[in-house]
Nanobody, 123 residues
Framework: QVQLVESGGGLVQAGGSLRLSCAAS????????MGWFRQAPGKERDFVAA????????YYADSVKGRFTISRDNTKNTVSLQMNSLKPEDTAVYYC????????????????WGQGTQVTVSS
């Protein structure tokens, strides 16, 4: 069992920045591939970014590439998402997830999820 708790969401103006954090507990975090997803009202949950267990490789959705940065600290069991140059279309609930089996950009590949944190970007 893995517990994930996100924090850091909020309201920001377009062009601003936010940093999301996800605290993990339960199983060997340093062996776990982690991802961030987001879901806007009335839309499907979409892949945002992912990072391998030791942090050596990262993956990004095209829509956030160059603006968002995923990182992790295995000594603190945390994974973060630095979001810069935010746009109104980034508005969504952001979820941290721990991967099980499957292709990393599909939500179905993730076994454990946090409760989500709201990010709202005003124009």
């Amino acid at each position: 069992q893995v517990q994930l708790v996100e924090s850091g969401g909020g309201l920001v103006q377009a062009g601003g920045s936010l940093r999301l954090s996800c605290a993990a507990s339960g199983r060997a975090f340093s062996d776990t591939f982690m991802g961030w997803f987001r879901q806007a009202p009335g839309k499907e949950r979409d892949f945002v970014a992912a990072i391998t267990s030791r942090g050596g490789t990262t993956y990004y959705a095209d829509s956030v590439k160059g603006r968002f940065t995923i990182s992790r600290d295995n000594t603190k069991n945390t994974v973060s998402l630095q979001m810069n140059s935010l746009k109104p279309e980034d508005t969504a609930v952001y979820y941290c997830a721990a991967k099980g089996y499957g292709t990393y950009y599909y939500p179905t590949a993730y076994r454990y999820w946090g409760q989500g944190t709201q990010v709202t970007v005003s124009s």
